[in-house]
């Protein structure tokens, strides 16, 4: 199993532009996720799904939108990049033992530089 | 939100040192993860431990979620110990501590 995978590794957008990032899981797994992380700070959720066709809305979803077509892809996109949104980018997806218990797998990171 | 507090946020340790790593978190909690995110920025599972107590090698960790909080044992530290460590808890969505940047010097 490849785990999870994310699409590009490396980007450098121009303020205003507009980029797609694609994650994709092969474990079956119900669950995704989309993370942001700076410098010297933990992980935040951008936004989330819990089954194919359905998203919702993390810590930090303001500039991003999402889309869950299939179960084992989940998309991020930037509309219209601004500098802020320079980060790294983590898509995870987890199993859930039961409706409340659930592990978390990440995929390596896109690093994102808006100019 | 839940807040989750890690401490210390840095520590050097010598090869061979053994060090405990602590993660607090405000509300009870469905799940908890440890992470380890090496120097090549890279995210590792080491532990689903929402509660009691879990070894792999040199590595335990214990989760008390009636008193919110949850300790990483690492033991014998090698310098590939190197990188960040983070805690990562549930209510109804994941919450991340800002980590434990740990340096293991040879």
């Known amino acids: 199993n490849a785990g999870v995978t994310q699409t590009p590794k490396f980007r450098v957008l121009k303020t205003g532009q507009s980029m797609t990032l694609l994650c994709a899981q092969d474990?079956?797994?119900?669950?995704m996720y989309w993370y942001r992380q700076d410098p010297g700070m933990g992980l935040r959720l951008i936004h989330y799904?819990?089954?194919?066709?359905?998203?919702a809305k993390g810590e930090v979803p303001d500039g991003y939108n999402v889309s869950r077509l299939k179960k084992q892809n989940f998309l991020l996109g930037l509309e219209s990049a601004a500098p802020s949104q320079t980060s790294v980018y983590f898509c995870?997806?987890?199993?859930?033992?039961?409706?409340?218990?659930?592990?978390?797998?990440f995929g390596p990171g896109t690093r994102l530089t808006v100019t | 939100g839940i807040q989750v507090e890690q401490s210390p946020p840095d520590l050097i340790l010598q090869e061979g040192a053994n060090s405990t790593l602590r993660c607090n978190f405000s509300?009870?909690?469905?799940?908890l993860q440890w992470f380890h995110q090496n120097p090549w920025g890279q995210l590792i599972n080491l532990f689903y431990?929402?509660?009691g107590t879990k070894q792999n090698g040199r590595l335990s960790a214990t989760t008390v979620a009636t008193e919110r909080y949850s300790l990483l044992y690492i033991s014998s530290s090698q310098t590939t110990d190197s990188g960040v460590y983070f805690c990562a808890v549930t209510g109804n969505q994941f919450y991340f501590g800002t980590g434990t940047s740990l340096t293991v010097i040879p």
């Open positions: 509300d009870s909690v469905n799940n």
């Open positions: 995870a997806s987890s199993y859930p033992y039961s409706i409340r218990s659930y592990e978390q797998y």
């Open positions: 474990m079956n797994h119900e669950y």
């Open positions: 799904s819990v089954g194919e066709g359905t998203t």
């Open positions: 431990i929402p509660s």
